[in-house]
Nanobody, 127 residues
């Protein structure tokens, strides 16, 4: 059974950096796109960044543009999110997710298009 496992979250001071990883295991992994979402209590899950698995095209939300970088290593079936210049507003549980169906763009933007999710990792940015 295919699984996604995140790692790399933790506590960091504002202005610091973290690198999240998301490893796929358990079965043949051929997604259409992968995404990083984040969620805080009382709010809907928000797409932070997404990447096309084959072509490598990326999308970044305006709130993280220029600070976060999404990438993937196809040989390792692993997704990454490099987060720099972290702000307290970035505090959230971060989830990686995989989509296996073609969306209208080169990535998928809606959470309902991602059927496979990791368990989440907490990022806590102190001021």
């Amino acid at each position: 059974q295919l699984q996604l496992v995140e790692s790399g979250g933790g506590l960091v001071q504002a202005g610091g950096s973290l690198r999240l990883s998301c490893a796929a295991s358990g079965d043949t992994f051929s997604p259409y796109a992968l995404g990083w979402f984040r969620q805080t209590p009382g709010k809907e899950r928000e797409l932070v960044a997404a990447i096309s698995w084959i072509g490598g095209g990326t999308y970044d939300a305006d709130s993280v543009k220029g600070r976060f970088t999404i990438s993937r290593d196809s040989a390792k079936n692993t997704l990454y999110l490099q987060m720099n210049s972290l702000e307290p507003e970035d505090t959230a549980v971060y989830y990686c997710a995989a989509s296996f169906h073609m969306c209208s763009g080169y990535v998928c933007y809606e959470s309902e298009h991602y059927p496979l999710w990791g368990q989440g990792t907490l990022v806590n940015v102190s001021s």
